[in-house]
């Protein structure tokens, strides 16, 4: 069965402290891995699109990067405006074209 | 550019009522779809369109019906609202051709039944 798994559920950090936010995969095929940031009130806000493993993007403070299991992404020297729930979804290949799959998220939260 | 446009962006309903939600895009996108999402869960599939006058089920598809007449809009019906569809709903949209492109979402609409 496809299956996305989001860790940790919650982060809080403080200004300036990096870490990284897990996304692990179970899929038929991986069409894409999506990367979305979502705001209180909003909706998902298109972040990153991976494709193969190996493969690295990054905007500002954001980097991801996928393995044929998971994705991370790493946040560096997060600021305050970089609190949002960020969700993981993945195309997969085998079980349908119009198939996304999403995790249930990470909230992170940015302390000045 | 107004990308994907979703109203109303809150609704009461009292069980059993009908009502259709309503989103518009102005990208040409073909591929549209509508989720729902509810606490601790993922965004999940209702339902989606690879073009005008084709439509499909996704992975929660009872109690709600879709039509699509045009490439800018994808309605969202509840015919007979029940407790279990209280949620907030949001409608994407994408290019069909490609498959791997990101899907852009509205705003959502916040529906709850009494």
């Known amino acids: 069965e496809d299956q996305v798994t989001q860790s940790p559920e919650a982060l809080r950090l403080q200004e300036g402290e990096s870490s990284s936010l897990n996304c692990s995969y179970t899929?038929?095929?991986?069409?894409?891995l999506f990367w979305y940031r979502q705001d209180p009130g909003k909706g998902p806000e298109f972040l990153f699109t991976l494709y193969s493993a190996g493969e690295e993007k990054e905007k500002e403070r954001l980097k991801a990067t996928l393995t044929k299991k998971e994705s991370f992404l790493h946040i560096t020297a997060p600021k305050p405006e970089d609190s949002a729930t960020y969700l993981c979804?993945?195309?997969?290949?085998?079980?349908?074209?119009?198939?996304?799959?999403f995790g249930t998220g990470t909230r992170l939260k940015v302390l000045a | 550019n107004a990308g994907v446009t979703q109203t109303p962006k809150f609704q009461v309903l009292k069980t059993g009522q009908s009502m259709t939600l309503q989103c518009a895009q102005d990208?040409?996108?073909?591929?549209m779809s509508w989720y729902r999402q509810d606490p601790g869960m993922g965004l999940r599939l209702i339902h989606y369109?690879?073009?005008?006058?084709?439509?499909d089920q996704g992975e929660v598809p009872n109690g709600y019906n879709v039509s699509r007449s045009t490439t800018e809009d994808f309605p969202l019906r509840l015919l007979s609202a029940a407790p279990s569809q209280t949620s907030v709903y949001f409608c994407?949209?994408?290019?069909?051709?490609?498959?791997?492109?990101?899907?852009?979402f509205g705003d959502g609409t916040r529906l709850s039944i009494l």
């Open positions: 369109s690879v073009g005008a006058g084709i439509t």
């Open positions: 994407a949209s994408r290019i069909h051709g490609g498959s791997n492109q990101p899907q852009h």
């Open positions: 979804a993945v195309h997969p290949g085998a079980s349908g074209t119009y198939k996304y799959i």
């Open positions: 990208m040409n996108h073909e591929y």
């Open positions: 899929v038929s095929g991986l069409r894409g």
